[in-house]
T-cell receptor, first 115, second 115 residues
Framework: AQSVTQPDIHITVSEGASLELRCNYSYGATPYLFWYVQSPGQGLQLLLKYFSGDTLVQGIKGFEAEFKRSQSSFNLRKPSVHWSDAAEYFCAVGAGRGGADGLTFGKGTHLIIQP | DSGVTQTPKHLITATGQRVTLRCSPRSGDLSVYWYQQSLDQGLQFLIQYYNGEERAKGNILERFSAQQFPDLHSELNLSSLELGDSALYFC??????????????FGPGTRLTVL
């Protein structure tokens, strides 16, 4: 069975600083990987996804993620964070064809932005 | 706005009761997924329907059931409710299978409180 680990429960970053959120996955085949963001009281919004091809994936809101098969990682990055980026971030791996079955989520990383 | 709608937004009920949560997928999406988000278990996949048929099952309790109707809306039925069922329940929908990796679009969720 697949699993996702997000080692950091909380991360605090100063506004304007760079950000990296870690994600490690366990999956027997080629993984389908996703990053979602959840703002307070909101649903989950897809930031980006990896299926195949270029291992550096660009997403919305200036986020990017890099798939590293050798490290079983899919870390999320942003060069300069804004106060509006404060939210909960979830990494997920998809079973079946491209996540066409249910997604397995990590526990999430809570991002706090310091002024 | 993802295009996925869920009703009601909030639900408060008592132990032993039964409730029904409703989800309308994005226009054109045939797959509907249900997830439960709780503080202790995180985000867990419950069940998926595709065009009216159950397609995948996750950690869904026997007290819970779901169905997808001909108009593609879905309902999640929770019975014999326990305090531990208090959670945020999300519905997601995705585009028809066969287009490679599908993206799941999440609704705003229904917050269930069992007293």
């Amino acid at each position: 069975a697949q699993s996702v680990t997000q080692p950091d429960i909380h991360i605090t970053v100063s506004e304007g600083a760079s950000l990296e959120l870690r994600c490690n996955y366990s999956y027997g085949a080629t993984p389908y990987l996703f990053w979602y963001v959840q703002s307070p009281g909101q649903g989950l919004q897809l930031l980006l996804k990896y299926f195949s091809g270029d291992t550096l994936v660009q997403g919305i809101k200036g986020f990017e993620a890099e798939f590293k098969r050798s490290q079983s990682s899919f870390n999320l990055r942003k060069p300069s964070v804004h106060w509006s980026d404060a939210a909960e971030y979830f990494c997920a791996v998809g079973a079946g064809r491209g996540g066409a079955d249910g997604l397995t989520f990590g526990k999430g990383t809570h991002l706090i932005i310091q002024p | 706005d993802s295009g996925v709608t869920q009703t009601p937004k909030h639900l408060i009920t008592a132990t032993g009761q039964r409730v029904t949560l409703r989800c309308s997928p994005r226009s054109g999406d045939l797959s509907v997924y249900w997830y439960q988000q709780s503080l202790d278990q995180g985000l867990q996949f419950l069940i998926q329907y595709y065009n009216g048929e159950e397609r995948a099952k996750g950690n869904i309790l026997e007290r819970f059931s779901a169905q997808q109707f001909p108009d593609l809306h879905s309902e999640l039925n929770l019975s014999s409710l326990e305090l531990g069922d208090s959670a945020l329940y999300f519905c997601a929908s995705s585009s028809p299978l066969g287009r490679g990796a599908d993206t799941q679009y999440f609704g705003p969720g229904t917050r269930l409180t069992v007293l």
